[in-house]
């Protein structure tokens, strides 16, 4: 069975401090996206990865950067973390183009 | 950028009815998935459509793909509780391009 496991499925941080979420998957895909999903605005695409060391801003990717050392491990990094960054935070995983992306359980995070 | 509308937003049936949702775009899609989402749980994917006009059926569940490539349709027969969950369609532009566009989705719940 393909794995994608974020590290937290609740956080709670302060305004200001910086923020890291963590992805690990174990498909060995070269691609992983990070996305935000919101009520009413569905899942919107932060940021993604096609290789180790490389990354493409998304739809949303203001507040937001990426880490990508290791092809397993993709994190996403709120800089200085706001209160409109509450929200649940999605990782997934896909290798080819027209595969289906297989995505963590999410990790809810509350900016205080 | 590529916009998917998903209708309706919420749907609450009896268990053993039938029920339709919808998927529509501004674009034509290369392809279209759907996923289902359960409470706690990251969208895990049902099917992928590439043809236009194509019916692919998931035991209870058929899945439509528009002859113009603009919109799919999933339909559940005699619904059951399991069924419950937020429903997600998306998709890519170009064949090729990296980033999929979900829907905001349908959140569908069935009554026993």
């Known amino acids: 069975d393909v794995k994608v496991t974020q590290s937290s499925r609740y956080l709670v941080k302060r305004t200001g401090e910086k923020v890291f979420l963590e992805c690990v998957q174990d498909?060995?895909?070269?691609?992983m996206f990070w996305y935000r999903q919101d009520p009413g605005l569905g899942l919107r695409l932060i940021y993604f990865?096609?290789?180790?060391?490389?990354?493409e801003k998304g739809d949303i990717p203001e507040g937001y950067s990426v880490s990508r050392e290791k092809k397993e491990r993709f994190s996403l990094i709120l800089e200085s973390a706001s209160t409109n960054q509450t929200s649940m935070y999605l990782c997934a995983g896909r290798g080819a183009y027209n595969q289906p992306q297989h995505f963590g359980d999410g990790t809810r995070l509350s900016i205080l | 950028t590529q916009l998917l509308e998903q209708s309706p937003q919420f749907l609450s049936i009896q268990e053993g009815e039938n029920l339709t949702v919808y998927c529509n775009s501004s674009s034509v899609f290369s392809s279209l998935q759907w996923y289902r989402q359960e409470p706690g749980e990251g969208p895990v994917l049902l099917v992928t459509v590439v043809t236009g006009g194509e019916v692919k059926k998931l035991k209870r569940l058929t899945f439509q793909f528009g002859d113009a490539r603009k919109d799919s349709s999933l339909h559940i027969t005699a619904a059951q509780t399991g069924d419950t969950g937020l429903y997600l369609c998306?998709?890519?532009?170009?064949?090729?391009?990296?980033?999929?566009?979900f829907g905001t989705g349908t959140r569908l719940t069935i009554i026993p």
């Open positions: 498909m060995d895909h070269e691609n």
């Open positions: 990865s096609y290789d180790v060391k490389m990354k």
């Open positions: 998306a998709s890519a532009p170009n064949f090729g391009n990296e980033k999929l566009t």
